[in-house]
């Protein structure tokens, strides 16, 4: 059977730099607040009627595919992990084939929505897809346009000013060679949690999760059978944005990153000691710095850029992967374990070789 291995990589971040001086100039919030409680100073926002989730994802795709030395053409599957699609459906794979001028070809495009486990969760599937032989070169994205949803007033300050826009993708091949690719993938989730971190409205989910919670529903005889989608009463609160509860989502990131990253390690015979990169998804850097502390990891061990991307969800892993590449601190060989936890709760690991 084959392994999996990372042929080619690349990332977009959009032009434009918003700094939390920016953001303070919208809503109630500071530099010093948003630094000190998340390593955030600026994060990427996409040009608003030029870009979008799908475009970020082609851009940086074009990389990946170019540094595998392929071309468009031989791409047989596409993967597309996002929380921010263009439409809520198709999703952005098939939008992003298109961008890529690989239509013509009807290669398939699976589109996940594992919001920030997205990335660790397509390299799962694409790992399953290349070690039976079914494909040669799998397209994986993950790619987010934040900006366009978020509510940028100081009610919504606790969420908006965490994340950014950019896109990430890998090219994968299978490889026969020893001290090579995807050693194992894990995967977690647990829906008693799937609140805590949500876009909640518009959806079709009529209030059956949080019977407690008047989201406004109208009455058989105001309307039979619409009007549940998005109704009068969150267009008027503007209550359709994603909701965090923060603490929350911190208390459990912090214990499942670890458990992810040693379950990884331990499957494989290795201690965090052997590890070359961790590249942990950006959700907040004072998370990052508690897993490293707790994992007696070096400062060397660990890359983050979350400081100048903010969060990223899908994309943040394959843009600090991406990153750390281009500065050459992963090479041939090297063992890096990507580690993601987030919405759901959804958290997965992922220990290759480079
Ligand atoms: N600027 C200024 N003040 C803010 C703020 C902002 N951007 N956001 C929230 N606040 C205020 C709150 O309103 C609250 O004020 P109050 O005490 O007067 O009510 C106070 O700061 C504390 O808010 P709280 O939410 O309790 O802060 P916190 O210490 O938990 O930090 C997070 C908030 C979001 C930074 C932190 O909980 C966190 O990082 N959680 C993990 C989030 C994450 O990683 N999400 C992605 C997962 S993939």
């Not at 201690?271 to 502390?293: C, E, G, Y």
Request: aromatic share 10%.
């Amino acid at each position: 059977m084959y392994k999996t291995k990372i042929a080619g990589i690349g990332h977009y971040v959009p032009e434009q730099v918003v700094t939390n001086e920016d953001l303070s100039r919208h809503m109630e919030t500071s530099d010093e607040w948003i630094q000190e409680r998340t390593g955030i100073k600026e994060r990427r926002y996409a040009k608003k009627f030029e870009e979008t989730t799908s475009i970020l994802g082609a851009k940086a795709a074009k990389i990946a595919i170019e540094r595998a030395g392929i071309t468009p053409d031989d791409v047989d599957f596409i993967i597309f992990a996002t929380l921010s699609p263009d439409y809520y459906f198709p999703g952005s794979g098939v939008l992003m084939q298109r961008q890529l001028g690989m239509s013509k070809n009807e290669i398939g495009a699976l589109d996940i929505r594992n919001q920030c486990s997205g990335f660790v969760y397509g390299l799962s599937i694409a790992d399953q897809f290349i070690k039976t032989g079914m494909y040669k070169n799998i397209l994986l994205v993950g790619a987010e346009m934040h900006s366009f949803g978020l509510d940028f007033s100081t009610r919504g300050r606790g969420v908006t000013v965490i994340f950014g826009d950019g896109a990430g993708a890998v090219i994968l091949q299978p490889t026969e060679e020893e001290n090579q690719g995807i050693m194992s993938t894990h995967l977690h989730a647990d829906g008693r949690e799937a609140e805590h971190l949500a876009f909640i409205n518009p959806g079709a989910h009529g209030g059956v999760h949080n019977p407690e919670h008047d989201y406004g529903y109208p009455t058989k005889e105001e309307n039979e059978y619409g009007g549940l989608f998005l109704t009068d009463k969150m267009w008027e609160e503007g209550d359709y944005y994603p909701n965090m509860n923060g603490k929350h989502v911190f208390k459990y990131a912090v214990t499942k990153f670890p458990a992810v990253i040693m379950e990884a390690l331990q499957q494989n015979g290795h201690t965090p000691q052997d590890l070359k990169m961790l590249i942990p998804h950006q959700a907040n850097l004072r998370i990052s710095q508690f897993v490293q502390k707790r994992m007696k990891l070096r400062d060397d061990q660990v890359f983050n850029n979350i400081q100048k991307y903010g969060n990223t969800t899908a994309a943040s892993i394959p843009i600090a992967l991406s990153e750390a590449w281009e500065a050459g601190k992963i090479q041939r060989g090297d063992l890096v374990c990507l580690a993601a936890f987030g919405s759901g709760f959804t958290w997965g690991s992922a220990l290759l070789q480079w």
